[in-house]
């Protein structure tokens, strides 16, 4: 299957990670995950985090840094999801889709690893960059 990729943002100040929480209809919950979403055409990874931060949490980085990419599904999808770091965080009106109904939330990284090995956290992108994260990038 075809995918034009997608971007997602790993947001980190003072120890904690900005999450939204949404329900998800095909695993029928809600889930907590780092902001994403699809590339537009002609939209650049970079220009797809920026927007989906923005829109999804209000929240505007001062620098934002890709970090990783890698293939959600091989087996069946051709998608690149392109994870970044953002900080230097300024809160700021958000801008939903007409479908979107998301929570944002402010969680302790150190309980958000919890969160993901009781599986609490179970997304996909979420777990890869967290984990990543916490073994190459944490100081």
């Given amino acids: 299957m075809q995918h034009p990729g997608a971007s997602a943002v790993l947001a980190v100040e003072n120890g904690k990670v900005l999450f939204v929480e949404q ?7 809600v889930m907590l995950e780092i902001p994403a979403g699809k590339l537009k055409p002609r939209q ?14 209000g929240y505007t980085a001062k620098t934002i840094k890709k970090f990783l990419t890698f293939n959600t ?4 999808a051709d998608e690149d999801l ?9 809160a700021g009106e958000r801008h939903l889709d007409e479908d979107e109904f998301v929570n944002v939330k402010w969680i302790p ?3 958000a690893l919890k969160m993901v090995k009781a599986g609490k956290i179970t997304d996909s992108k979420t777990i890869i960059a967290l984990l990543y994260y916490k073994t190459f990038l944490a100081k």
Wanted: charged fraction near 25%; include cysteine; proline fraction near 5%.
């Fill in 23 to 29: 329900y998800r209809y095909p695993v029928k919950k």
């Fill in 44 to 57: 650049t990874p970079l220009a797809c985090a920026k927007a989906e931060l923005k829109e999804e949490t």
């Fill in 73 to 76: 599904s091989a087996a069946f």
């Fill in 82 to 90: 392109h994870i970044f770091l953002a900080s230097g965080l300024k």
């Fill in 109 to 111: 990284f150190t309980t």
